[in-house]
């Protein structure tokens, strides 16, 4: 089991910055990758940003070059820098593992973005 705790999110203006993170415990060994996704009312969950194992990462077309995602082994903690907010990023942003080809879950942090 992995439990996945998120933390960071709050309400921010349009084009401000905010850095959300994720603290893994558990069974975290082998975790393959880690991921970010978020869900707005309304609309499915969407994935945002992954970084694997190796260090590897891939963003959605809509965060390029606005989201960064990193982490931080001493720490077990996954981070997800987010700059240059749109309204458009206000959502409930999700923290989620793979491992052993399970998908674990966090609880969510809301993101709002303001214009």
């Known amino acids: 089991q992995v439990q996945l705790v998120e933390s960071g999110g709050g309400l921010v203006q349009a084009g401000g910055s905010l850095r959300i993170s994720c603290v893994a415990s558990g069974s975290i060994f082998s975790i393959n990758a880690m991921l970010w996704y978020r869900q707005a009312p309304g609309k499915q969950r969407g994935r945002v940003a992954v970084i694997t194992s190796g260090g590897s990462t891939n963003y959605a077309d809509s965060v390029k070059g606005r989201f960064t995602i990193s982490r931080d082994n001493a720490k077990n903690t996954v981070y997800l820098q987010m700059n240059s907010l749109k309204p458009e990023d206000t959502a409930v942003y999700y923290c989620?593992?793979?491992?052993?080809?399970?998908?674990?879950w966090g609880q969510g942090t809301q993101v709002t973005v303001s214009s």
């Open positions: 989620n593992a793979h491992k052993g080809g399970l998908g674990y």
